[in-house]
């Protein structure tokens, strides 16, 4: 879903509602930390009368939302500061608040923390939402600079303006730490989730979903060359590659070497971590508008020859991927809101314009992929972050069911919805398009949920199943399609995937489970990386082995009855089945799938 240069924009969705303990944590700083902020008083802004109000109070200063804004940062207050930022450098946030009034159901509130460059607001190193307890306390989280910013330009801010609520701000600080700093050095605030426990009732209840529904009876019989039984043979059932879609996006350059700027060495081994733990690959920008096709610009004709090397890229990792028995899954045909390029075209041609590049796009990149590609997010963020920028404000109030209608006779794979679920506007926004849809006779295939997570706070696992089963009365599929944890605390992070694994490989409707990247050097998202930039393993990757490659994987050896046959309950996914008799060996490859499997080899 993500661009690196929209990566600032985008931590401020990277939080799900759930509760978290505030609790009396101060952090403890290395000697490395440095004040930015001055010691000056905070500065509040001036919102309308429509905005709310911010009253002094002996504590700082109340902030009164009536709602969500449609300008959130009209309420807030800030400090302007001197010092700089270089890209990627760790800070640390520190604020002191309480929730006076909120009409959530944990009685917290919601608050976005903003460090923007005011030389260039397009450029912000930091958007995040983060909360706040109702009692006064300390709340802090660490973050890596999302761009640079440059010295005398830096303004830190909170907004209120996410809810209707009042919160009181006392204190405000940001501190940096040198460029070089590890992040997961930096202080962290102990967080959790509701059914974290080992104990939690909902695990039992997935463990026979996941034994009901991903499992079933692999026979092999054995046969000589006349086709007669042959009883007493050795066979080996080797599982080597899931059926359901467990996987990651990857930079395609990387993957195919096709890159450059990395060594060697780093990208073998990010082909090996790709090919030993996944069933599902997603080329994370390789098939955006532009990035394969596009119309020629003679002023740039160097975008031409970008084109065609991204291009060569992508079906190389296509092809890769389907040797292996690996899936690809399409991202994206459509974005809901107007993109850079999708506002030049509504400035040239206006909305018919837009759809006759969006029609160019999908003639060409559809056959592309079709030998690859199973299922694609057909409509990519249909919940705007600027309502102006909606397509249903260019297009007309049917842009949506009217753009799936276009891609929908082009091919036979399956067509999701694909948007994150972490608030609730949010998830009934996606829930009324998804309606709306459905009412004008263009019901998706499924629905994707982005599931971009923070420590912030994460909603809790039968909450989470919850919208599982609310999408799934509305779509026959569902699918996680980007999955991460922006966080530092490793258990945490490990835990988190586990957990969000399991649950979603025990929903009868999914069709898979994709993680937004694995190493660091290749994340939107540093501290949510399974891998760390030398390549170290965080805790989630022994989850991810221990369940994917052990927990639930199938390997036997078996020897075959008096009727020639062996018969194993397998989960579903591509084996090497061999078969041994005095000292020769031979091996076929079979797909096991919930349809029943039947596999026959004659012995050597």
């Known amino acids: 879903m993500r661009r690196i240069e929209m990566k600032c924009f985008f931590q401020f969705i990277a939080v799900a509602l759930g509760a978290m303990a505030l609790g009396a944590e101060e952090p403890v700083l290395p000697p490395e930390a440095v004040a930015l902020l001055p010691g000056v008083p905070m500065q509040p802004t001036r919102p309308g009368p429509e905005e709310g109000r911010i009253t002094k109070t002996e504590g700082g200063f109340l902030l009164e939302s009536p709602g969500k804004l449609e300008k959130s940062y009209n309420l807030a207050v800030g400090r302007r500061f001197d010092g700089g930022l270089a890209k990627d450098q760790v800070g640390l946030v520190v604020i002191r608040a309480r929730t006076v009034r909120s009409e959530k159901p944990d009685g917290r509130g919601r608050v976005s923390v903003a460090i923007q460059n005011t030389k260039d607001y397009g450029k912000t190193p930091l958007w995040r939402q983060w909360s706040v ?50 992040v997961f050095r930096a202080p962290r605030m102990a967080s959790t989730y509701d059914g974290r426990e080992l104990e939690a009732p ?223 506007e949010r998830t009934d926004a996606f829930e009324g398009h998804v309606k709306h849809m459905i009412g004008k006779g263009q019901t998706p295939d499924g629905c994707g949920f982005q599931s971009h997570f923070s420590d912030a706070a994460i909603r809790g696992i039968e909450e989470e199943w919850g919208i599982y089963e609310r999408f799934g009365r509305l779509v026959k599929l569902l699918t996680v399609t980007e999955y991460d944890l922006a966080t530092v605390d490793d258990q945490l992070h490990a835990d988190h995937l586990r957990d969000m694994l399991t649950l979603c490989y025990s929903h009868p409707q999914m069709t898979g489970f994709v993680i937004w990247g694995f190493w660091e050097n290749r994340h939107w998202k540093p501290t949510a990386a399974m891998f760390k930039a030398d390549w170290t393993e965080r805790p989630a990757v022994r989850v991810w082995r221990d369940l994917v490659k052990t927990k639930w994987w199938t390997r036997e050896e078996l020897t075959s009855g008096a009727d020639g046959k062996v018969v194993t309950p397998g989960y579903y996914g591509w084996y090497d089945i061999t078969v041994e008799r005095d000292g020769k060996t031979k091996t076929v490859e079979a797909k096991h799938g919930a349809d029943g499997s039947a596999v026959t080899v004659t012995v050597p």
């Open 133 to 182: 307890g109702r009692e006064w306390g300390t709340t802090f989280f660490s973050f890596t600079a999302a761009e640079a910013l440059p010295e005398g330009t830096g303004i830190a801010k909170i907004h209120a303006g996410e809810a209707k609520q009042a919160i009181e701000i006392g204190d405000l600080q940001v501190y940096r730490f040198p460029v070089g700093f590890d």
């Open 202 to 424: 909902w695990r039992e209840a997935a463990a026979r979903r996941i034994e009901a529904l991903r499992r079933g009876r692999l026979s092999v019989g054995v046969v000589d060359a006349e086709g007669r039984a042959v009883a007493g043979v050795r066979v080996k059932v080797a599982m080597k590659r899931h059926l359901f879609g467990f996987g990651s996006a990857v930079d395609v350059e990387m993957l195919s070497g096709l890159g450059g700027g990395l060594t060697r060495a780093d990208e073998m081994r990010y082909r090996e971590v790709a090919d030993e733990l996944f069933s599902r690959l997603v080329p994370e920008n390789g098939l955006r508008v532009g990035n394969i096709d596009g119309d020629a610009d003679p002023a740039k004709p160097w975008e031409e020859t970008m084109r065609r090397r991204a291009g060569t890229a992508v079906q190389w990792m296509m092809q890769w991927a389907q040797d292996r028995r690996m899936t690809t899954r399409g991202h994206y045909l459509c974005w809901g809101y107007l993109e850079p390029w999708a506002a030049e075209e509504v400035r040239k041609g206006g909305a018919a314009g837009l759809l006759a590049r969006y029609d160019r796009h999908f003639r060409h990149v559809l056959p592309f992929c079709a030998p690859y590609v199973d299922e694609w997010d057909a409509l990519n963020h249909p919940v705007p972050f600027v309502e102006a920028d909606a397509l249903y404000r260019v297009i007309g109030p049917d842009a949506y069911p009217e753009i799936y209608g276009r891609i929908r006779p082009l091919t036979d794979k399956l067509l999701f919805v694909n948007e994150d679920a972490f608030s609730e």
